[in-house]
């Protein structure tokens, strides 16, 4: 819902959504994202991966009329592609957004669609960063499917973080492990990306994205090679950033537990 001013800043209401809903569960976040007023408007940023079916069947439970973003960087698989539209489909998703990079900034930055083995960082800006800031620019706050367990730069999300001051992002996941992703697809009996069976645990654009072997991190196979950890879309005024964001963070425990049982606890192991 619109946001009625005037409003604290977004660090305090970030800080404040917290505590309301510091030991609710997943769906109870998310649902409490798409109606208390401190929210605002609200979207879901989805990239279709390997995990996202999960958030992408909650909104299609809660309120399939969410605005869902995709960012379509031209160099996806084509597997990504036919999943997004049969998932949308299937789930009855009525608004979701295709987003792409703009033609003419392509033409002028990557003629030669090779920028990736030159300059990663430009290329996700290119592709991924600016096109997303265009697109959330007339949201207040967006959702998305990260989780403590993916990697050690997550290992502190919280429900919800100040995006600079901008925004609001919504992590309703974020506690959930490995194994509260996979129960919930199996229940439900969700469809997979096709390329999770060929050893894809966590899905990109495909000139920086290849099978991790059994016992690698699951988000190895993105920019192998590179000291890079995060696609760009997770930004501050335009740059990456490769931890948690500052601001409207607190100590609040994980979901379902008790704050002195989940004190300085990470999970074991993105989209």
């Not at 960012?71 to 997004?84: G, P």
């Not at 996941?173 to 069976?197: K, Q, S």
């Amino acid at each position: 819902m619109p946001l009625e001013a005037p409003l604290p800043p977004v660090a305090e209401r970030a800080a404040e959504l917290n505590r309301r809903y510091r030991h609710h569960g997943a769906t109870a976040v998310l649902a409490r994202a798409l109606s208390d007023p401190l929210v605002g408007r609200i979207a879901l940023v989805s990239s279709f991966g390997a995990e996202s079916v999960v958030l992408l069947h909650l909104i299609s439970v809660m309120d399939r009329t969410t605005p869902v973003v995709f960012i379509d960087t031209e160099m996806l698989f084509a597997e990504t592609l036919d999943y997004q539209s049969d998932l949308a489909g299937r789930l009855g998703l009525t608004d979701v957004r295709r987003v792409t990079p703009a033609a003419d900034t392509v033409a002028a930055e990557d003629p030669g669609q090779t920028l990736h083995l030159t300059d990663k960082d430009a290329c996700c800006a290119l592709r991924k960063t600016r096109p997303l800031q265009q697109a959330l620019s007339g949201f207040d706050a967006w959702i998305t499917g990260r989780k403590r367990f993916q990697s050690g730069d997550r290992a502190t999300l919280e429900f919800f973080e100040s995006e600079a001051g901008a925004r609001i992002k919504v992590n309703p996941l974020a506690h959930w492990a490995p194994e509260d992703v996979r129960e919930y697809m199996v229940e439900n009996r969700l469809p997979r990306h096709p390329l999770v069976a060929r050893g894809y645990p966590s899905i990109g654009c495909a000139p920086c994205t290849s099978p991790v072997a059994e016992g690698e991190d699951p988000r190895a196979g993105r920019w192998r090679g590179d000291d890079k950890t995060e696609c760009g879309i997770h930004f501050v005024n335009g740059k990456m950033v490769r931890g948690p964001l500052s601001g409207g963070q607190n100590d609040g425990p994980n979901e379902g537990q008790n704050e002195g049982q989940n004190e300085g606890q990470n999970e074991g192991m993105m989209i």
